[in-house]
């Protein structure tokens, strides 16, 4: 495996240090894992058009209140 050496300020160091599970978990580790977390889900076309049609929805007034939703289930809600 090869490994490199990168470049960082003092003040990135610390705050990755606060990333550490443990005390020996390698900076490579806790990268990936940050990376890992932030991976951006890509939106198709269909989760698109859903959206729009649910903001549609909502600007027609086509929706249900919550008090709505809970009678429907038998759910009591509790404020």
Do not use: H, P, W
């Amino acid at each position: 495996m090869a490994v490199t050496t990168i470049q960082v300020k003092d003040s990135t160091l610390k705050k990755l240090k606060g990333f550490k599970v443990y005390d020996r978990e390698s900076y490579d580790k806790v990268i990936n894992d940050l990376m890992n977390q932030t991976e951006v889900e890509i939106l198709t076309e269909e989760d698109i058009k859903e959206i729009e049609q649910g903001l549609a929805d909502v600007k027609a007034g086509r929706v249900y209140s919550e008090e709505d939703i809970a009678k429907e289930f038998g759910v009591k809600l509790k404020y």
